[in-house]
């Protein structure tokens, strides 16, 4: 079993930045990849970014190309995304993910998940 649990997040005008962690406890050395995904209400979940575990190699959905950065500490097992310039379409719940096999794009790819983080943007 793995274990994540988010931080940050937040209220923010848009154009300001907001960070947030993921903290991985259990068997993370059965970690291939970690992503972030977001739902806002009344949409499913989405892609935003994913790091692989092993190597580090990123990838973003287009959406938040730019804006937004994925980041890791393996010493510390903890996952950051960092998001500048932020726009009210942002406004989401935003979700940590832990995948064991492959660094995946989509929700079925990722087995264990975070509480969520509240993220709102302000116009």
């Known amino acids: 079993q793995v274990q994540l649990v988010e931080s940050g997040g937040g209220l923010v005008q848009a154009g300001g930045s907001l960070r947030l962690s993921c903290a991985a406890s259990?068997?993370?050395?059965?970690?291939?990849?970690m992503g972030w995904f977001r739902q806002a209400p009344g949409k499913e979940r989405e892609f935003v970014a994913r790091?692989?575990?092993?190597?580090?190699?990123?990838y973003y959905a287009d959406s938040v190309k730019g804006r937004f950065t994925i980041s890791k500490d393996n010493a510390k097992n903890t996952v950051d995304l960092q998001m500048n310039s932020l726009k009210p379409e942002d406004t989401a719940i935003y979700y940590c993910?832990?995948?064991?096999?492959?660094?995946?794009?989509?929700?079925?790819?990722?087995?264990?998940w975070g509480q969520g983080a509240q993220v709102t943007v302000s116009s």
């Open positions: 993910a832990a995948s064991g096999s492959n660094a995946y794009t989509t929700t079925d790819g990722y087995r264990y």
């Open positions: 259990g068997r993370t050395f059965s970690i291939y990849a």
């Open positions: 790091i692989r575990w092993s190597g580090g190699s990123v």
